[in-house]
């Protein structure tokens, strides 16, 4: 199934880097970067936030779905997806063919340091105490992060460093995969 990887996901919680370790994979592959937070506003046409303010969660994880959907039959692209989209049960599981997946791992409280100069951007963490939520569901979501292909740490790192690690794991140490080109 691995053969031949036409498409490298990243998963994890809000702030774990996807966007900006997933940019630096995509240019290390020459492949596109698209993100999945970044599809859903141009579609919608309004913030993350706003689409949760005014329509709540469980539109927002629809439009999210189908998004997900699309982008995944892309070919040669690294995807950054949202922190809840693989959260929920099966999608790990269930990928198209040639998908490596990668769970970018995160504690909660680097993961709130991380967000913090966003404040707003992310609704789950906008109200109450940030620490608190990000430990609760960051511990509802890992044993579902957990089924991604490969996981790497990236407390205390460089997204440098982090994406660097990644483009080894999927170029070396699977012995058998190959990069479609
Ligand atoms: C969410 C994460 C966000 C965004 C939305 C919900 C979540 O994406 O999709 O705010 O449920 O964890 P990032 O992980 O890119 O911050």
């Known amino acids: 199934m ?17 966007s900006t370790v997933g940019r630096l994979v995509a240019a290390g592959l020459s492949w596109r970067f698209l993100d999945f937070d970044d599809r859903i506003e141009e579609v ?26 699309d982008l995944l039959s892309e070919d040669h ?32 409280d680097e993961a709130v340091e991380r967000v913090r100069p966003q404040a707003g951007v992310r609704p789950l963490l906008a109200t109450g105490n940030p620490r608190s939520k990000a430990e609760a ?11 991604a292909h490969l996981t790497v740490e990236t407390d205390g790192r ?4 982090v994406a660097a690690e990644i483009l080894a794991l999927i170029r070396r140490k699977r012995p058998g995969i190959e990069i479609a080109n």
């Open 2 to 18: 691995l053969s031949h990887v036409r498409r490298v996901l990243l998963v994890g919680f809000m702030g774990s880097g996807k």
């Open 137 to 147: 569901l960051l511990s509802e979501r890992a044993p579902r992060y957990g089924h």
């Open 44 to 69: 919608e046409g309004r913030s993350v936030a706003e689409i949760f303010r005014t329509q709540g969660e469980r539109y927002f994880r629809r439009v999210e779905s189908e998004i997900a959907e």
């Open 158 to 161: 460089t997204p440098e460093d």
């Open 77 to 108: 692209v690294v995807l950054g997806s949202g922190g809840g989209w693989a959260a929920a049960p099966g999608l790990l599981d269930a990928l198209p063919d040639g998908t490596v997946s990668v769970w970018l791992r995160v504690s909660a």
